[in-house]
Protein backbone atom coordinates (compact mmCIF):
# COMPACT_ATOMS: atom_id res chain seq x y z
CA UNK A 1 0.00 0.00 0.00
CA UNK A 2 1.15 3.49 -1.10
CA UNK A 3 1.00 5.80 1.51
CA UNK A 4 2.77 9.04 -0.42
CA UNK A 5 0.50 11.68 -1.42
CA UNK A 6 0.46 12.81 -5.03
CA UNK A 7 1.51 16.61 -5.64
CA UNK A 8 -2.11 17.54 -6.01
CA UNK A 9 -2.89 16.02 -2.59
CA UNK A 10 -0.40 17.35 -1.27
CA UNK A 11 -1.36 20.66 -2.72
CA UNK A 12 -4.62 20.12 -0.91
CA UNK A 13 -3.51 19.62 2.18
CA UNK A 14 -1.08 22.85 2.38
CA UNK A 15 -3.95 25.25 1.16
CA UNK A 16 -6.02 23.73 3.79
CA UNK A 17 -3.62 24.17 6.41
CA UNK A 18 -2.56 27.61 5.49
CA UNK A 19 -6.37 28.62 5.47
CA UNK A 20 -6.17 26.86 9.20
CA UNK A 21 -3.43 28.86 10.39
CA UNK A 22 -4.52 32.42 8.89
CA UNK A 23 -7.99 32.88 8.97
CA UNK A 24 -8.99 30.02 11.60
CA UNK A 25 -6.30 29.93 14.28
CA UNK A 26 -6.90 33.63 14.88
CA UNK A 27 -10.63 33.32 15.82
CA UNK A 28 -10.28 30.23 17.50
CA UNK A 29 -10.32 30.98 20.94
CA UNK A 30 -13.19 34.14 20.16
CA UNK A 31 -15.81 31.64 19.17
CA UNK A 32 -15.22 29.54 21.74
CA UNK A 33 -15.79 31.46 24.52
CA UNK A 34 -18.69 32.43 22.52
CA UNK A 35 -19.66 29.22 22.10
CA UNK A 36 -20.89 29.78 18.80
CA UNK A 37 -20.26 28.03 15.15
CA UNK A 38 -18.83 30.75 12.92
CA UNK A 39 -20.82 31.19 9.70
CA UNK A 40 -18.52 33.33 8.17
CA UNK A 41 -15.44 31.02 8.42
CA UNK A 42 -18.52 27.90 7.21
CA UNK A 43 -18.99 29.82 4.12
CA UNK A 44 -15.00 30.47 2.89
CA UNK A 45 -14.84 26.80 3.58
CA UNK A 46 -17.92 26.34 1.02
CA UNK A 47 -15.80 28.95 -0.91
CA UNK A 48 -12.95 26.08 -1.17
CA UNK A 49 -15.13 23.71 -1.93
CA UNK A 50 -14.18 21.96 1.17
CA UNK A 51 -18.20 20.69 1.54
CA UNK A 52 -18.06 19.31 -2.13
CA UNK A 53 -14.62 17.65 -2.04
CA UNK A 54 -15.53 13.54 -2.86
CA UNK A 55 -18.51 14.27 -4.86
CA UNK A 56 -18.60 14.41 -8.80
CA UNK A 57 -18.45 17.50 -10.60
CA UNK A 58 -21.65 17.26 -12.25
CA UNK A 59 -23.42 17.38 -8.88
CA UNK A 60 -21.67 20.28 -7.92
CA UNK A 61 -18.89 18.57 -6.02
CA UNK A 62 -15.25 19.17 -6.55
CA UNK A 63 -14.35 15.24 -8.38
CA UNK A 64 -11.78 14.20 -5.48
CA UNK A 65 -12.38 11.49 -3.05
CA UNK A 66 -13.07 10.60 0.72
CA UNK A 67 -9.05 10.86 1.30
CA UNK A 68 -8.64 14.34 0.12
CA UNK A 69 -11.64 15.37 2.03
CA UNK A 70 -9.74 13.40 5.24
CA UNK A 71 -6.71 15.42 4.63
CA UNK A 72 -8.94 18.55 4.63
CA UNK A 73 -10.38 17.45 7.96
CA UNK A 74 -6.87 16.80 9.71
CA UNK A 75 -5.58 20.47 8.06
CA UNK A 76 -8.12 21.76 9.94
CA UNK A 77 -8.11 20.10 13.42
CA UNK A 78 -4.60 20.84 13.93
CA UNK A 79 -5.94 24.64 14.73
CA UNK A 80 -9.82 23.81 16.06
CA UNK A 81 -11.33 20.46 16.45
CA UNK A 82 -14.78 21.80 16.15
CA UNK A 83 -14.10 23.30 12.69
CA UNK A 84 -13.17 20.40 11.33
CA UNK A 85 -15.93 18.35 12.79
CA UNK A 86 -18.74 20.48 11.27
CA UNK A 87 -17.02 19.43 7.69
CA UNK A 88 -16.15 15.71 8.99
CA UNK A 89 -19.82 15.79 9.91
CA UNK A 90 -21.67 17.83 7.50
CA UNK A 91 -19.82 16.00 4.43
CA UNK A 92 -19.79 11.78 6.16
CA UNK A 93 -22.83 11.99 7.89
CA UNK A 94 -25.38 14.87 6.20
CA UNK A 95 -24.31 15.09 2.53
CA UNK A 96 -23.47 11.32 1.91
CA UNK A 97 -26.62 9.64 2.84
CA UNK A 98 -28.10 11.83 0.57
CA UNK A 99 -26.26 11.47 -2.59
CA UNK A 100 -25.79 7.75 -1.99
CA UNK A 101 -29.51 7.05 -1.29
CA UNK A 102 -31.03 10.17 -2.33
CA UNK A 103 -33.58 10.27 -5.27
CA UNK A 104 -33.24 12.35 -8.47
CA UNK A 105 -36.01 14.81 -6.84
CA UNK A 106 -34.34 14.88 -3.06
CA UNK A 107 -30.61 15.60 -4.89
CA UNK A 108 -31.79 18.41 -6.61
CA UNK A 109 -33.42 19.93 -3.52
CA UNK A 110 -30.90 19.61 -0.86
CA UNK A 111 -27.32 19.02 -2.73
CA UNK A 112 -26.66 22.10 -4.51
CA UNK A 113 -26.26 23.85 -0.98
CA UNK A 114 -24.96 21.42 1.10
CA UNK A 115 -22.22 21.15 -1.31
CA UNK A 116 -21.35 24.94 -1.75
CA UNK A 117 -21.43 25.26 2.15
CA UNK A 118 -24.47 27.40 1.88
CA UNK A 119 -26.30 24.83 4.14
CA UNK A 120 -25.42 22.16 6.77
CA UNK A 121 -27.28 18.73 6.96
CA UNK A 122 -27.33 16.58 10.10
CA UNK A 123 -27.96 12.89 10.62
CA UNK A 124 -29.76 12.12 13.30
CA UNK A 125 -29.11 8.74 15.18
CA UNK A 126 -28.44 8.87 18.28
CA UNK A 127 -31.17 8.50 21.38
CA UNK A 128 -30.27 8.19 24.99
CA UNK A 129 -31.02 4.16 24.94
CA UNK A 130 -29.55 3.69 21.35
CA UNK A 131 -25.73 4.33 20.69
CA UNK A 132 -23.97 2.01 20.18
CA UNK A 133 -26.62 -0.59 20.26
CA UNK A 134 -28.23 1.73 17.37
CA UNK A 135 -30.98 -1.27 17.42
CA UNK A 136 -32.35 -0.01 20.13
CA UNK A 137 -33.93 3.35 17.97
CA UNK A 138 -36.87 4.15 19.53
CA UNK A 139 -38.35 6.93 17.31
CA UNK A 140 -41.24 5.73 15.16
CA UNK A 141 -42.26 7.11 11.46
CA UNK A 142 -45.70 5.66 10.46
CA UNK A 143 -46.86 5.94 7.14
CA UNK A 144 -50.28 7.89 7.41
CA UNK A 145 -51.47 8.13 3.54
CA UNK A 146 -48.67 9.84 1.58
CA UNK A 147 -47.04 11.06 5.06
CA UNK A 148 -45.07 9.46 7.65
CA UNK A 149 -45.87 10.50 11.13
CA UNK A 150 -42.55 10.79 13.35
CA UNK A 151 -42.55 10.58 17.25
CA UNK A 152 -39.59 10.52 19.35
CA UNK A 153 -36.07 12.08 20.48
CA UNK A 154 -32.70 12.41 19.43
CA UNK A 155 -29.40 13.70 21.24
CA UNK A 156 -26.18 14.65 20.69
CA UNK A 157 -26.59 15.50 16.72
CA UNK A 158 -23.67 17.65 15.29
CA UNK A 159 -25.18 20.80 13.05
CA UNK A 160 -28.53 20.19 13.86
CA UNK A 161 -29.51 23.58 14.78
CA UNK A 162 -27.35 26.04 13.49
CA UNK A 163 -29.07 29.48 11.02
CA UNK A 164 -28.12 27.39 7.98
CA UNK A 165 -29.06 23.64 8.67
CA UNK A 166 -31.38 22.96 6.19
CA UNK A 167 -32.16 19.35 6.98
CA UNK A 168 -31.69 16.67 9.10
CA UNK A 169 -31.95 12.93 7.99
CA UNK A 170 -33.47 10.43 11.04
CA UNK A 171 -33.45 7.41 11.55
CA UNK A 172 -36.71 5.90 12.64
CA UNK A 173 -38.40 2.65 13.62
CA UNK A 174 -41.03 1.69 10.06
CA UNK A 175 -42.13 -1.71 10.99
CA UNK A 176 -41.93 -4.28 13.54
CA UNK A 177 -41.30 -8.21 12.33
CA UNK A 178 -41.88 -10.95 15.23
CA UNK A 179 -39.64 -14.12 14.59
CA UNK A 180 -40.53 -17.58 15.07
CA UNK A 181 -38.40 -17.53 18.49
CA UNK A 182 -40.90 -14.78 19.30
CA UNK A 183 -38.56 -11.87 19.37
CA UNK A 184 -38.93 -9.07 17.54
CA UNK A 185 -36.99 -7.60 14.68
CA UNK A 186 -37.36 -4.10 14.24
CA UNK A 187 -37.12 -2.11 10.34
CA UNK A 188 -35.45 0.43 10.32
CA UNK A 189 -35.57 3.45 8.08
CA UNK A 190 -34.01 6.71 7.27
CA UNK A 191 -36.70 9.55 6.30
CA UNK A 192 -35.60 13.41 5.67
CA UNK A 193 -36.79 16.04 8.41
CA UNK A 194 -36.63 19.82 6.95
CA UNK A 195 -35.98 22.24 9.54
CA UNK A 196 -39.16 24.53 10.56
CA UNK A 197 -41.10 21.75 9.92
CA UNK A 198 -44.08 21.68 12.35
CA UNK A 199 -43.48 19.58 15.50
CA UNK A 200 -39.58 19.20 15.14
CA UNK A 201 -38.33 20.72 17.49
CA UNK A 202 -34.41 21.76 18.30
CA UNK A 203 -33.42 21.89 21.81
CA UNK A 204 -30.60 24.12 23.73
CA UNK A 205 -27.30 23.15 22.41
CA UNK A 206 -25.46 20.94 25.20
CA UNK A 207 -23.24 23.00 27.73
CA UNK A 208 -19.83 20.24 26.72
CA UNK A 209 -16.72 19.63 27.88
CA UNK A 210 -15.21 20.55 25.15
CA UNK A 211 -16.45 21.19 21.02
CA UNK A 212 -17.64 24.83 21.94
CA UNK A 213 -17.85 25.57 18.26
CA UNK A 214 -19.46 22.74 16.97
CA UNK A 215 -23.75 22.87 16.69
CA UNK A 216 -24.81 19.82 19.30
CA UNK A 217 -28.51 19.52 19.86
CA UNK A 218 -31.41 17.54 21.52
CA UNK A 219 -34.54 17.09 18.89
CA UNK A 220 -37.64 15.76 19.47
CA UNK A 221 -40.21 15.13 17.05
CA UNK A 222 -43.70 15.29 18.41
CA UNK A 223 -46.53 13.99 15.33
CA UNK A 224 -44.25 15.43 12.42
CA UNK A 225 -45.99 14.99 9.06
CA UNK A 226 -43.69 14.93 6.36
CA UNK A 227 -44.35 13.39 2.62
CA UNK A 228 -43.58 9.79 2.23
CA UNK A 229 -41.73 10.74 -0.45
CA UNK A 230 -38.72 12.10 2.08
CA UNK A 231 -37.96 7.92 2.74
CA UNK A 232 -34.09 8.42 1.89
CA UNK A 233 -33.50 5.01 0.24
CA UNK A 234 -34.94 1.60 0.47
CA UNK A 235 -37.25 1.29 3.10
CA UNK A 236 -35.85 -1.30 5.64
CA UNK A 237 -32.31 -0.39 5.12
CA UNK A 238 -31.58 2.37 7.51
CA UNK A 239 -29.58 0.29 9.49
CA UNK A 240 -27.62 -1.06 7.12
CA UNK A 241 -26.91 2.23 5.55
CA UNK A 242 -26.21 4.55 8.10
CA UNK A 243 -23.91 1.28 9.71
CA UNK A 244 -21.71 2.03 5.97
CA UNK A 245 -22.27 5.36 6.81
CA UNK A 246 -20.29 5.21 10.45
CA UNK A 247 -17.43 3.10 8.89
CA UNK A 248 -16.68 5.92 6.29
CA UNK A 249 -16.97 8.32 9.16
CA UNK A 250 -14.85 6.60 11.39
CA UNK A 251 -11.69 7.17 9.26
CA UNK A 252 -12.64 11.05 8.88
CA UNK A 253 -12.99 11.01 12.62
CA UNK A 254 -9.37 9.12 12.81
CA UNK A 255 -7.99 11.79 10.47
CA UNK A 256 -9.53 14.66 12.92
CA UNK A 257 -7.85 13.24 15.77
CA UNK A 258 -4.51 12.62 13.96
CA UNK A 259 -4.59 16.30 12.81
CA UNK A 260 -5.39 16.99 16.51
CA UNK A 261 -2.36 15.32 17.65
CA UNK A 262 -0.70 16.64 15.04
CA UNK A 263 -1.44 20.68 16.05
CA UNK A 264 -0.55 19.38 20.43
CA UNK A 265 2.92 18.47 18.67
CA UNK A 266 3.23 21.55 16.67
CA UNK A 267 2.36 23.84 19.42
CA UNK A 268 4.54 21.44 22.18
CA UNK A 269 7.79 21.68 19.89
CA UNK A 270 7.31 25.46 19.45
CA UNK A 271 6.91 26.25 22.74
CA UNK A 272 9.85 24.09 23.59
CA UNK A 273 12.38 25.92 21.42
CA UNK A 274 11.22 29.15 22.55
CA UNK A 275 10.68 28.57 26.47
CA UNK A 276 13.92 29.09 28.06
CA UNK A 277 15.03 27.72 32.09
CA UNK A 278 18.42 28.26 33.32
CA UNK A 279 19.90 30.06 30.26
CA UNK A 280 18.19 26.88 27.76
CA UNK A 281 15.34 26.12 26.08
CA UNK A 282 13.64 23.15 27.33
CA UNK A 283 13.64 21.36 24.77
CA UNK A 284 17.63 20.68 25.22
CA UNK A 285 16.00 18.88 28.38
CA UNK A 286 16.23 14.94 27.83
CA UNK A 287 12.99 14.17 29.54
CA UNK A 288 10.78 16.84 26.92
CA UNK A 289 12.91 16.02 24.00
CA UNK A 290 11.73 12.35 24.64
CA UNK A 291 8.29 13.24 25.42
CA UNK A 292 8.26 14.98 22.06
CA UNK A 293 9.39 12.39 20.22
CA UNK A 294 6.76 10.01 21.46
CA UNK A 295 4.27 12.69 20.07
CA UNK A 296 5.98 12.53 16.96
CA UNK A 297 5.66 8.50 16.84
CA UNK A 298 1.83 8.86 17.47
CA UNK A 299 1.16 10.99 14.92
CA UNK A 300 3.34 9.13 12.49
CA UNK A 301 1.34 6.03 13.64
CA UNK A 302 -2.10 7.34 13.25
CA UNK A 303 -1.62 8.95 10.08
CA UNK A 304 -0.81 5.38 8.46
CA UNK A 305 -3.29 3.86 10.23
CA UNK A 306 -5.99 6.36 8.47
CA UNK A 307 -4.38 6.66 5.19
CA UNK A 308 -4.36 2.69 5.38
CA UNK A 309 -8.19 2.71 5.76
CA UNK A 310 -8.45 5.76 3.37
CA UNK A 311 -7.06 4.09 0.60
CA UNK A 312 -9.31 0.35 0.65
CA UNK A 313 -12.52 2.71 0.57
CA UNK A 314 -11.19 4.50 -2.22
CA UNK A 315 -10.25 1.17 -3.57
CA UNK A 316 -13.29 -0.29 -3.33
CA UNK A 317 -11.67 -2.67 -0.68
CA UNK A 318 -13.24 -4.04 2.93
CA UNK A 319 -11.71 -1.18 5.08
CA UNK A 320 -14.10 -1.69 8.16
CA UNK A 321 -11.79 -3.35 10.11
CA UNK A 322 -8.99 -0.56 9.40
CA UNK A 323 -11.78 1.93 10.02
CA UNK A 324 -11.94 0.96 13.57
CA UNK A 325 -8.10 0.45 13.88
CA UNK A 326 -7.90 3.50 12.75
CA UNK A 327 -10.26 5.67 15.13
CA UNK A 328 -8.99 3.55 18.04
CA UNK A 329 -5.16 4.44 17.65
CA UNK A 330 -5.62 8.30 17.10
CA UNK A 331 -7.80 8.90 19.06
CA UNK A 332 -5.78 7.86 22.15
CA UNK A 333 -2.87 9.76 20.17
CA UNK A 334 -4.78 12.49 20.04
CA UNK A 335 -5.82 12.01 23.82
CA UNK A 336 -1.95 11.47 24.54
CA UNK A 337 -0.32 14.13 22.38
CA UNK A 338 -2.83 16.69 24.08
CA UNK A 339 -2.02 15.70 27.39
CA UNK A 340 1.51 15.47 27.00
CA UNK A 341 1.39 19.37 25.10
CA UNK A 342 -0.29 20.68 28.68
CA UNK A 343 2.63 19.08 30.56
CA UNK A 344 5.24 20.65 28.29
CA UNK A 345 3.57 24.20 28.56
CA UNK A 346 2.99 24.02 32.35
CA UNK A 347 0.94 26.93 33.57
CA UNK A 348 0.09 28.07 30.57
CA UNK A 349 -0.93 25.02 28.72
CA UNK A 350 -3.95 25.28 31.78
CA UNK A 351 -5.60 28.61 30.49
CA UNK A 352 -8.27 27.78 27.24
CA UNK A 353 -6.41 31.19 25.05
CA UNK A 354 -3.98 27.99 24.34
CA UNK A 355 -4.30 26.21 21.64
CA UNK A 356 -3.15 22.55 23.98
CA UNK A 357 -5.51 23.55 26.25
CA UNK A 358 -8.49 23.46 24.17
CA UNK A 359 -7.44 20.41 22.85
CA UNK A 360 -6.61 18.75 26.05
CA UNK A 361 -10.67 19.61 26.80
CA UNK A 362 -11.85 18.30 22.91
CA UNK A 363 -9.94 15.15 22.57
CA UNK A 364 -11.38 12.93 25.18
CA UNK A 365 -14.98 12.75 23.21
CA UNK A 366 -12.54 11.53 19.95
CA UNK A 367 -12.52 8.39 22.13
CA UNK A 368 -16.20 8.36 22.72
CA UNK A 369 -17.51 9.85 19.54
CA UNK A 370 -18.65 8.03 16.12
CA UNK A 371 -18.03 4.44 18.27
CA UNK A 372 -16.85 4.52 21.60
CA UNK A 373 -13.01 2.51 22.13
CA UNK A 374 -14.97 -0.46 23.22
CA UNK A 375 -16.76 -0.38 20.11
CA UNK A 376 -13.80 -0.08 18.26
CA UNK A 377 -12.35 -3.04 20.05
CA UNK A 378 -15.66 -4.89 19.36
CA UNK A 379 -15.28 -4.79 15.99
CA UNK A 380 -11.43 -5.43 15.90
CA UNK A 381 -11.66 -8.84 17.91
CA UNK A 382 -14.75 -10.00 15.80
CA UNK A 383 -12.75 -9.84 12.72
CA UNK A 384 -10.36 -11.58 14.25
CA UNK A 385 -12.71 -14.43 14.82
CA UNK A 386 -13.66 -13.79 18.38
CA UNK A 387 -17.75 -14.10 19.35
CA UNK A 388 -17.14 -12.66 23.10
Same mark, same amino acid.
Request: hydrophobic share 30%; proline share 3%.
Given at each position: MNYELTPEQQNLYETV????DDVV???? $? @? $???ERRLPLDIIAQMGDLGLFGLPFPVE???QGKT $???LCLAVEALARVDQSIAVTLEAGVGLGIQSIFRHGTAEQKARWLPDL???RALAGFGLTEAGAGSDAGATRTTAVLDGDEWVLNGTKQFITNSGTPITSVVTVTAVTGEETRPD???KKELSCILVPTGTPGFTVGEAYDKVGWHTSDTHPLAFENVRVPAANLLGERGRGYANFLRALDEGRIAFAALATGAAQGCLEEALRYAKERHVFDRNIGENQHIAFKLARMQARVHQARLCWLDAARKQVAGLPFKSEASIAKLVSGEAAMDNAR??? @?IFGGYGFLNENAVARHYRDSKVLEIGEGTTEVQLMIISRDLGLTA
Open positions: CRFAAPAA $Y @Q $YDTDGG $YLELSGGSVDAT @Q
